[in-house]
């Protein structure tokens, strides 16, 4: 369950993917967030600060050869920091709440839609790992790509 909401029609869902600035600033033992946070794998760097936090961390192999041939090449994006707090509005399905009854809107993501104009023949572009690397044009790429990855099911 994500959220309660009031009786009523709705027309979409709309949410955001991230962290909001005043939490991705936060000290894990100062933020009521702190049982979240305070994991190294969402850390940039070996302490939870100062670079903020990583909300997407995604790696695996890729096959980087024009002809598919299966030449596989490792990748890994670690995307966070402030500026790519990112919001998915989902395309307009009517949906009514009733009270007390629960209702579903089934979500997928298709992380394949993270390559979307990325160059996938340049190592370069494979590799996302820090907050300058968040300021790049691939890092940046991957950024506005996060809301293409869902669909209504």
């Known amino acids: 369950?994500?959220?309660?909401?009031?009786?009523?029609?709705?027309?979409?869902?709309?949410?955001?993917?991230?962290?909001?600035?005043?939490?991705?600033?936060?000290?894990?033992?100062?933020?009521?967030?702190?049982?979240?946070?305070?994991?190294?794998?969402?850390?940039?760097?070996?302490?939870?600060?100062?670079d903020g936090y990583c909300f997407l961390h995604v790696s695996g192999e890729i096959d980087t050869s024009s002809t598919l041939s299966g030449n596989m090449t490792p990748f890994q994006f670690r995307i966070g920091t402030n500026s790519n707090y990112e919001q998915v509005i989902m395309p307009l399905e009517y949906f009514t709440v009733v009270e007390n009854q629960v209702v579903f809107s089934h979500i997928i993501i298709d992380y394949s839609k993270l390559f979307s104009g990325i160059g996938l023949n340049d190592p370069a572009n494979l590799s996302i790992l820090d907050p300058s690397d968040n300021s790049t044009l691939p890092g940046q790429t991957v950024s506005n790509n996060i809301p293409l990855m869902f669909r209504y099911e």
Not at 1 to 28: C, D, E, H, Q
């Open 1 to 50: 369950m994500v959220g309660k909401l009031a009786v009523g029609t709705y027309k979409s869902v709309r949410f955001k993917v991230g962290l909001p600035s005043a939490v991705n600033s936060s000290i894990p033992s100062d933020s009521p967030d702190s049982v979240s946070l305070n994991h190294p794998e969402m850390w940039f760097g070996s302490t939870a600060q100062p």
